[in-house]
C-alpha cells in the first residue's frame, strides 16, 4: 500500500464509528461444552506485571472426563454466545463466542500498519521463538533496529517435541511489529512479525503520527 492508497479520514472515521475489535473464541478440541458466561458478561483478559494472572474463565470443555477451561485473552463484553450448544458436544474450531473489545489508540495504530507492513506467516502450526541470535540482538537494540534479509535464521519452530530452524524469505527490512507470544501456539497463516522495508519507513511514521494526532 503506498501513501497516496490511503484515506486517513475514511480509515479514522470507520473506526470512529465503530472502535472495537471483535475476538472469536473457537474450541480448541472436541468435547462437551459448559459456558461460564453470559451475553453481555463484562470479561477481563491476563493481567498481572508477569501476565501471571489469568483471564476470565469464559467455558469448558470436557473430553474423557479431562476439564479444559477457555480462558479470556482480552478485556471486553461477550457479545454473541452459541448458547444454545450448552452442554453439547462441540468439534475443534468451532466458534463458542465473541468478545467485543475496546480498541486502545495503540492497537488501531497497530491494525492499520498490517495493511502496509510485509507479514512473515507461521509455516505450520506450532509454537516460535525468535532464534538466539536475533533475539540477542532485539534485547540489545530494539526490535526496530533488527534488519533482515532473505536466508537469515529469524525463527525457531517447536512441533511435536522437535525444534526446527525458520528461514527469512522476503522482501529485507526491519522487524517492526511482533504478533506472537514466545511459546504460545500459533495457527499456521497467522502472522509472526510485520516486516517493514526501508522506503516505507516514512509512511509507516506518517500513519502513527497521525493517528495519535487525531485520535482523541
Known amino acids: ?22 475476538v472469536d473464541i473457537c474450541a480448541s478440541h472436541t468435547g462437551q461444552v459448559r459456558f461460564h458466561v453470559k451475553l453481555g458478561d ?31 485473552t482480552s478485556n471486553g463484553v461477550v457479545s454473541f454466545i452459541r448458547d444454545d450448544l450448552e452442554g453439547q458436544f462441540v468439534e475443534a474450531g468451532e466458534k463458542v463466542l465473541t468478545i467485543k473489545h475496546p480498541l486502545k489508540k495503540r492497537e488501531i495504530i497497530e491494525q492499520i500498519l498490517r495493511k502496509v507492513l510485509l507479514p512473515f506467516v507461521a509455516p505450520e502450526r506450532a509454537k516460535y521463538f525468535f532464534a538466539m541470535e536475533i533475539q540477542a540482538r532485539i534485547e540489545k537494540f530494539g526490535q526496530r533496529s533488527v534488519s533482515v534479509k532473505p536466508g537469515d535464521e529469524l525463527f525457531t519452530m517447536s512441533l511435536m517435541k522437535r525444534d526446527t530452524p525458520v528461514y527469512y524469505q522476503g522482501t ?11 511459546g504460545v501456539s500459533l495457527e499456521q497463516g497467522e502472522p509472526l512479525v510485520g516486516i517493514c522495508p526501508p522506503e516505507k519507513l516514512p509512511l509507516i511514521e506518517k500513519i502513527i503520527t497521525r493517528v495519535k494526532a487525531e485520535w482523541e
Open 1 to 22: 500500500m503506498l501513501e497516496d492508497e490511503i484515506d486517513y479520514d475514511e480509515v479514522l472515521r470507520v473506526y470512529r464509528s465503530d472502535p472495537y475489535g471483535y
Open 42 to 72: 463484562k470479561v477481563e483478559g491476563t493481567t498481572g506485571k508477569w501476565h501471571h494472572i489469568p483471564g476470565t474463565k469464559l467455558c469448558v470443555l470436557t473430553r474423557e472426563r479431562n476439564n479444559k477451561p477457555i480462558l479470556s
Open 172 to 182: 529485507p527490512g526491519i522487524i517492526h511489529s511482533v504478533y506472537f507470544q514466545p
